[in-house]
């Protein structure tokens, strides 16, 4: 993830009045932590009209959709538009996964108790990111909680003027 992708992506949505939040290392990195990551996920609201606003925003941004490629589609508007749970877009200016149904969190509306803004970015908060990286069972999420949960320990004394 590049920054000034980040910011572009920002202010696209914002633009286009899209409501969602970054979740996963992007938003961790968002938050400080030290680590790197080769795109930026996020989680779209499926409200009526976002995923609208938000395929117009990915558009003016200059990710193509509804592209033939070898003979198959590749990253159909229609995916984005009906909230496939999955999306992953490599066909534009950076790479971006749409995430409808991130692991361990049961809706939009339970997400945003744990949203929060930084520095105009709509982000999930350390603790929501964690809830995720537990659910999903993978490997490499196990092998980096305890980095993420140090990290969260730290935000919390930072926070309270301990640091």
Do not use: W
């Not at 877009?89 to 108790?113: C, H, M, R, T, W």
């Amino acid at each position: 993830m590049q920054t000034e992708d980040a910011y572009r992506l920002r202010d696209a949505l914002a633009e286009h009045g899209v409501e969602y939040m970054i979740i996963g290392k992007a938003a961790l990195i968002l938050q400080g932590f030290p680590g790197t990551t080769q795109d930026i996920d996020i989680f779209p609201s499926k409200e009526t009209g976002n995923p609208d606003r938000l395929l117009e925003a990915l558009k003016t941004l200059g990710f193509d959709f509804d592209l033939t490629l070898e003979g198959s589609l590749h990253h159909s508007s229609e995916e984005v538009l009906r909230g496939k749970d999955f999306v992953q877009l490599k066909n534009g200016p950076f790479q971006l996964d749409i995430v409808y149904a991130p692991d361990g969190i049961e809706s939009y509306e339970e997400a945003k108790k744990c949203k929060r803004i930084v520095e105009g970015f709509p982000i999930i908060d350390v603790d929501g990111v964690i809830q995720m990286k537990k659910a999903t069972g993978r490997a490499r999420d196990k092998e980096e909680l305890p980095r993420i949960q140090l990290f969260r320990d730290r935000l919390r004394r930072k926070e309270r003027g301990e640091l």
